[in-house]
């Protein structure tokens, strides 16, 4: 058998419609999560060094339908000025990375662990939940660094003012762990459960793949190209949107196709084997 035969797709079904909606209910609310923890992050830091009386205080919002769903107007309702004023840098730089670091940083990584756990990955279902939360906290991480790293305001920018530093170097010094989420999201922990979710399916294999790479590098990584952050910050996101969205999407259909091509011909192979030992 050659190794780049290929065994016939399943036809495109209803199945895979109701799949794709479900799909877009799960990252919808798995982006509001990680977006929550991110705000609470901030919040929980701030009163637990004193600069906030409630952690539970966040500014939510105009009651909007685009609120409701993408949460675009919540806030963490941190006063930085009080404690930049009073000399506190260092709290300063604390509760702003706590969103990126522990928001959302840290719980990527303690999602990675659990999906690697037997009663994670014995359910489907609950292992692409995880899966696609991580992808959310991953995505937040890559829309602050180096999306928004580079920039005048926002998180990054205000815990460079807490340690008296340009946002750049902060930035910079953020990026490597940023890097490697990214990497990792879509070359350990998305082929960790590509095959689960996909079901055999080529249809829903793409859409997970095409999902995957939309929120991560469009959604999250769009952040800047409206201008509001600056050039640099339009520059990265329209690389974001229009180079590295598509780049990895070919990059992880054909990465994923391979593998499964060379999985059927060392079955084969394994098989062919066999028979002759057999017919010995």
Known sequence: MNATSTAPAKPFDGKD???????????????????????????????ALGW???????????????NIIFLGGVSDNVNYAPILAGGHG?????IALAGMLIGNAALYYMLFLAARTRLVMTRPALLAGIFTLALMCAGNVWGYVPIRGFTTHADIA???????LQTWVMGLCLLPLSLHIVWHCLF??????????????????????TLTGYWLFVFYGGEGTSGDYGLVSQLLSIT?????????????????????????????????????TSNR
């Not at 909606?21 to 923890?37: P, R, S």
């Not at 991110?38 to 830091?45: I, L």
């Not at 906030?52 to 685009?66: E, H, K, Q, S, V």
């Not at 205000?158 to 008296?164: P, R, V, W």
């Open 52 to 66: 906030m009386a409630n952690p539970l205080a966040i500014d939510y919002g105009p009651p909007t339908l685009y």
């Open 158 to 164: 205000i815990a460079a003012s807490g340690l008296h």
């Open 188 to 209: 350990r922990f998305l082929p960790q459960c590509l095959d689960s979710a996909a079901a055999k399916s080529d249809v829903r294999l793409v859409l997970i793949i």
């Open 90 to 94: 260092l709290a300063v730089v604390a």
């Open 17 to 47: 419609i109701l799949f794709g909606i479900a799909a877009c209910i799960c990252v919808v609310v798995a982006h509001a999560i990680a977006y929550l923890t991110h705000e609470y992050a901030h919040s929980f830091t701030a009163w």
């Open 240 to 276: 974001s949107k229009y180079f590295l969205f598509p780049l990895s999407v070919a990059a992880l259909v054909t990465r994923h196709h391979s593998a499964r091509s060379m999985n059927r011909w060392l079955n084969s192979q394994s098989k062919a084997d066999l028979t002759a």
